[in-house]
């Protein structure tokens, strides 16, 4: 992309990403060298699928960003709803893209380098004159490009699926359990079928962006530098934009399995509602070494109280002294001001619990697991539909 429009491009993103709180400062640097990973590849594809899934996923998230904050609960007790995103969550989103990005930029170099040294005078001075319209993308072309738009269309079915499917008018339904059982809002691999139409919907703005952009080669074009040896007939563009559209809603449906099976979702069982943690992260809750000191401290408490003595204590495996402490009366176990209180109810039931989910993973590693495997899997389906060599997407192999 020429520099003298991604400059200007990148700084706007930079400044609408402080200027509405999108990012925090750390996601903003993030997204500024995402962007310039994207703008350093010769084609306009990479940085306009960058901008419409930020301007997309952003605009997603505003929908309706009031009554989805009362539908969740914040780790830190408040209301939910996102918050500005983190520089884990935008590398989580993009880090696969990028480094795809940086690949077929260095491929197509090394290709255009390969031609100027093997060609005539007359072809030599005819390459060295070929503007970027020239890295033409063939029918059979590179893989890289697929798995770029593969990413982009994923993340973007999964940020749709996740904002919008929450405002269901029905309760969604655990896609990891065998009878689809009904579950909290928010909870990680609940889906249903406003979320499921989102998440398409996500999919079809990014393939649509993509094929506007990508520069298919045509008869006039095919042959010359950016591989391009076949030219594309309306058939076969009308397959790829299905099969990324199909392959990007796929993701999102990706994303809610990996969350149903290794992210734990935490609820709170006051009011029903999930809580979500700050930036994606864990959501912390009562451990169990936790559980079983509350039950010793009880069964001391109530060995003094029939008159058992110490004795009783020591077997119950408490020391007199937390005993003591706990017993005092300047010390109350639900004072917001005793920092050893726990959220609890008055019968040490916890006010927090697990509602689904092996505590394996986070929500970014999920996205990051998510974009990664599709965008591979994109790349590996190619590879064997056009019968290229998946070893095709390194530079050398060119």
Known sequence: MRAIIAGPAIALLCYRAYSKNSLTPAGIFAAFLT???????????????????????????????????????????????????????????????SILCLLHAWQLSVRKDTLLVTASPDASGAASGAGPESLCFSWRGDLLVIGIIANYACVAADTFSSELGILSTGSP?????????KVPRGTNGGVSLTGLGAGLLGSVIV?????????????ATAGRLGGGVAAWTDPQRQLLILGLTVWGFLGSVLDSILGGLFQSSVKDVRSGKIVEGEGGVRVLVSSAAGCQHSKATTGAK???LHGEGEDAVQKQGTNSSAVDDD???????????????????????????????????DNNDVNFLMAF???????????????????SVLPTAV
């Open 302 to 304: 109530a060995a003094l």
């Open 173 to 181: 339904r655990l896609i990891t359990s065998w009878n689809l059982r």
């Open 207 to 219: 393939v649509t962006a993509a094929v506007t952009v990508l520069p298919f080669c045509t008869a």
């Open 327 to 361: 017993a005092a009366p300047s010390l109350e176990r639900y004072d917001a001001k005793n920092k050893h209180r726990r959220p609890s109810f008055g019968d040490e039931r916890p006010s927090r619990v697990v509602e689904n989910g092996w505590d394996l993973l």
């Open 373 to 391: 495997s599709m965008s591979v899997g994109a790349m590996a389906v190619a590879s064997w539909y056009w019968g290229i060599p998946f070893r």
């Open 35 to 97: 962007a310039v990973a994207h703008a350093v590849h010769p084609w306009n594809l990479p940085f306009v699928l960058l901008v419409v899934f930020f301007l997309a996923g952003t605009r997603a998230t505003h929908v309706k960003e009031n009554v989805k904050a009362t539908l969740t609960m914040h780790s830190r007790g408040s209301s939910g709803g996102e918050g500005p995103r983190t520089h884990i969550q935008v590398l989580a989103n993009s880090l696969t893209a």
